[in-house]
């Protein structure tokens, strides 16, 4: 079996386990606890106890069984367009939790309002695409249901919706971060996982993402081995590209700087700065946890380390940051630059099997109309 060197480099050892993982052993009792929980929730609605039920639209879920970052938002907004693409007269929502927000209920977002109201990501994607509906509900089947009485939708897609089970899902895609084995992790708070590994076989497709470059035959095969894939369950490989970047102000495009000040909010900030290394020199990285309310002490902070060295030009930060920043009374003079992501798909062939089976069971689900 051929393996390639990038896959090489994200696979790792057979055996090893993480030392950020390793280093948590104490953290085993709480997570055995919270194992079995997860575990009974799930059973209860495998034998019935429970019951899910379909949603008022055809309901494409995105999700993981790790907590932290595996690029569910980008895929999102990945995913939106190719099916926007390959079906322009399908009329598709978002539909998100609004994880940070400080409201309740169901709420369309409004791309000018703040991330207390909607949570940063529901603005991130009601910002990207300015014609489609997004709303936030913490109960996804009643979101559901009110973006159907309203009107507003044929299908919806949800960001991050995977452990909610009340909710029977017309299609399910779980993501993997390649950069994280869930394969050799632990529940939570030892390790990463929130979810039984099991649950991957629930899901109609699996993406691994954050892959450097392509797989081959061989990566994918033992990627299915490990994650213990069913045979009609398709597997699908991604990457992240840099799109460039856009003031934050204005949202035009500008150049790269000589050097900058990196700030981020998010799950993976050493990806980011490695990303920004790339293209710039980078003097210092204030990093802050995922979702961070950002404080105007803070953001003084970033002005001195800008003020400190004049080969400085500007602060970069992420999209997902971004829509923090917008609704903070920022320095006239402080310069900050958004850098933003896409998607790379690295198996075209994969994408269209997804886009064609997505489009067949939406269609076996839609509603039967009244008239």
């Not at 390639?4 to 953290?27: E, H, Q």
């Not at 695409?129 to 009110?146: C, H, T, Y």
């Not at 895609?173 to 649950?199: C, E, H, M, N, W």
């Amino acid at each position: 079996m051929a393996i390639s060197p990038a896959s090489k480099s994200i696979l790792g050892s057979a055996g090893t386990i993480p030392v950020s993982l390793r280093d948590r052993w104490w953290w085993g009792p709480l997570a055995v606890v919270f194992k079995s929980v997860v575990r009974l929730r799930h059973w209860a609605y495998d034998v019935g106890l429970k019951r899910s039920k379909a949603g008022a639209l055809p309901a494409i879920v995105l999700g993981n069984i790790t907590v932290g970052g595996t690029g569910k938002t980008p895929h999102v907004m990945a995913l939106l367009q190719a099916l926007s693409e390959a079906n322009p007269h399908r009329r598709w929502a978002i539909l998100s939790r609004g994880y940070g927000r400080k409201s309740n209920g169901y709420l369309q977002v409004d791309k000018d309002g703040s991330p207390e109201e909607f949570g940063d990501e529901p603005l991130e994607l009601a910002r990207k695409f300015p014609k489609v509906n997004v709303a936030v509900s913490e109960d996804r089947l009643a979101g559901i249901q009110s973006l159907k009485d309203q009107g507003l939708a044929d299908a919806v897609i949800l960001d991050d919706g995977f452990q909610h089970r009340r909710l029977a899902p017309t299609y399910s895609i779980v993501l993997v971060d390649a950069t994280q084995p869930v394969d050799r992790d632990y529940f939570l708070p030892r390790g990463r996982l929130r979810d039984l590994k099991s649950r991957l076989q629930a899901a109609q497709a699996v993406v691994i993402t954050r892959c450097p470059d392509a797989l081959t035959k061989g990566d994918l095969r033992l990627w299915r081995h490990r994650l213990q894939l069913k045979p009609d369950q398709l597997l699908l490989h991604s990457g992240t590209m840099v799109e460039g970047l856009r003031d934050l102000r204005t949202k035009r495009y500008a150049g790269w700087p000589r050097k900058c000040v990196a700030v981020s909010g998010i799950a993976h900030p050493t990806q980011f700065e490695s990303s920004l290394a790339r293209n710039c020199k980078v003097t210092q990285h204030f990093s802050y946890p995922d979702h961070h309310s950002f404080t105007p002490e803070e953001v003084q902070e970033w002005h001195s380390a800008i003020a400190a060295d004049m080969a400085v030009e500007a602060v970069i930060t992420t999209e997902k940051d971004a829509a923090r920043l917008r609704s903070m009374s920022l320095p006239e003079d402080l310069k900050i630059l958004v850098m933003g992501m896409q998607v790379k798909w690295w198996d075209e062939d994969a994408l269209h099997a997804l886009l064609t089976s997505i489009d067949k069971q939406v269609d076996a689900s839609a509603p039967v109309s009244d008239i």
